[in-house]
């Protein structure tokens, strides 16, 4: 009797487009190249990979869109229309499900296992890795008034 792997709830920033994803996940990878900096407004993109069949949409896949950079070999971008945070997809080869960590609301069960592209990272994400770490907000004045 097979065990059945441990269902991860998922949404975007909105809540409008929801899923549930499972593995087991073949690789975890954050990807520091700049079209995945570019797409995700940060230092890299974090990305589950398992099999393309395994993610069940719960809501909100009318607010889905997809993106390809058409001269990239595998490049996608899957994301909804309302708030634009990144969603799965299935690869152009159809061999995977790509799933953004960010948008899981439990723990996968796995860490990265590779970073790629390491020579296109972006020259302040080591030194941003010794800045001062904070619980929440930290303490007042830490931004100029918005005003």
């Not at 993610?55 to 899957?78: H, I, N």
């Not at 020579?119 to 800045?131: I, N, Q």
């Amino acid at each position: 009797m097979a065990i059945e792997a441990t269902r991860i709830r998922g949404a975007c920033l909105c809540g409008a487009v929801a899923f549930v994803v499972w593995g087991p996940f073949e690789r975890f990878v954050l990807c520091h190249c700049s079209r995945c900096r570019k797409a995700t407004a940060s230092a890299y993109a974090a990305n589950l990979f398992t099999a393309p069949d395994h993610v069940e949409w719960l809501r909100g896949t009318d607010l889905m869109r997809r993106y390809q950079v058409p001269e990239a070999r595998s490049f996608s971008k899957c994301f909804c229309t309302q708030c634009g945070s990144a969603l799965p997809y299935v690869s152009r080869n159809g061999a995977h499900l790509i799933v953004p960590a960010g948008v899981l609301d439990e723990d996968p069960g796995v860490v990265p296992d590779r970073q790629i592209f390491w020579d296109s990272h972006a020259c302040w994400y080591e030194a941003g890795l010794a800045a001062p770490r904070f619980a929440g907000y930290p303490p007042e004045g830490w931004l100029p008034d918005a005003e």
